[in-house]
DNA sequence: CTACGACTTGAAGTCGGCTTTAGGACAAGA
DNA sequence: TCTTGTCCTAAAGCCGACTTCAAGTCGTAG
């Protein structure tokens, strides 16, 4: 049995996160000592999983939906590829942009607007962007800083 | 002269998105027919490059700062390098991703969790985490469908 | 036995990036 | 002239994923 704090330390996740977590029916604690939360060990790799699927852009709802689907964790193949192949096009769409990126950083032109090499960059990367990729949410300042 | 209607469609970005815009300085319209909001054609580039800026990572509140250092817009070369790096940072966690979900689509092992390939991808995916990384937020389900 | 400190709870607050709403204003067409 | 349609404004609301708050409850060290 592992204390909430534990848990917390050990997954660096913050105990309100825990509780949050619990509370929309992505984790449980087992038992309590007094009032405290104590989890079992297996909540480990389960918050890893909970972990991996925020960076591949599921949803906590989404990734809650996976685990309820058995007792254990079950994850939907088809579901998983598809979300791999998304994440495929937003590395893609990403490479366009740190080109844009580089472009910019190194090109002596002023105006980059006017540059023609940036120009056509700018059409590429535009042009790339597909409606239906979706990305992890952009971390609050606050939890990347804890 | 370009209507805010105009705009709005020319550069897929709603009016209220626009006028949002500009109330926290990213953009300004050049006169008024009425009430109506007119602007320049310059502003098409100028949105492109937000959105850019917004898919590399950027707050709205960075990109304002670019644009803000001269009438002009002037891209500040080496923060613009930097983030290209941690962008590149996000496409190797993104790229060990993709491989992690799709051995989990492929592999015929029912418990991932006890998969020895599995734990290996899992363990290299975890410890990449870069802890500065940013990402664009996630767009929300109502303005991707719009 | 009591004080301490770490936990508990539900509710409210935070963040960014908008959208929506309510109540007006205006130009152009009938 | 009046209606219509689109725009205007300020303010409030929304979303997900938490964090923070205020007030309360425990186990344990002293």
Same mark, same amino acid.
């Given at each position: 049995?592992?204390?909430?704090?534990?848990?917390?330390?050990?997954?660096?996740?913050?105990?309100?996160?825990?509780?949050?977590?619990?509370?929309?029916?992505?984790?449980?604690?087992?038992?309590?000592?007094?009032?405290?939360?104590?989890?079992?060990?297996?909540?480990?790799?389960?918050?890893?999983?909970?972990?991996?699927?925020? !960076?591949?852009?599921?949803?906590?709802?989404?990734?809650?939906?996976?685990?309820?689907?058995?007792?254990?964790?079950?994850?939907?193949?088809?579901?998983?590829?598809?979300?791999?192949?998304?994440?495929?096009?937003?590395?893609?769409?990403?490479?366009?942009?740190?080109?844009?990126?580089?472009?910019? !950083?190194?090109?002596?032109?002023?105006?980059?607007?006017?540059?023609?090499?940036?120009?056509?960059?700018?059409?590429?990367?535009?042009?790339?962007? !597909?409606?239906?990729?979706?990305?992890?949410?952009?971390?609050?300042?606050?939890?990347?800083?804890?």
């Amino acid at each position: 049995m592992l204390d909430i704090s534990e848990v917390a330390r050990r997954a660096s996740v913050k105990p309100s996160a825990l509780r949050y977590y619990e509370k929309i029916g992505l984790i449980a604690s087992v038992s309590r000592h007094g009032l405290r939360r104590q989890y079992d060990p297996d909540v480990l790799p389960r918050l890893s999983l909970i972990s991996l699927g925020k !960076a591949a852009g599921f949803s906590l709802e989404e990734i809650a939906g996976m685990f309820r689907l058995t007792p254990e964790i079950v994850l939907p193949r088809d579901r998983i590829a598809a979300r791999a192949a998304d994440v495929e096009a937003e590395i893609e769409r990403l490479q366009t942009l740190v080109r844009l990126m580089r472009h910019v !950083a190194l090109c002596p032109e002023d105006d980059h607007l006017s540059c023609p090499r940036f120009q056509k960059l700018m059409r590429v990367a535009t042009r790339e962007r !597909a409606p239906r990729a979706r990305r992890a949410p952009r971390p609050t300042r606050r939890a990347a800083a804890t």
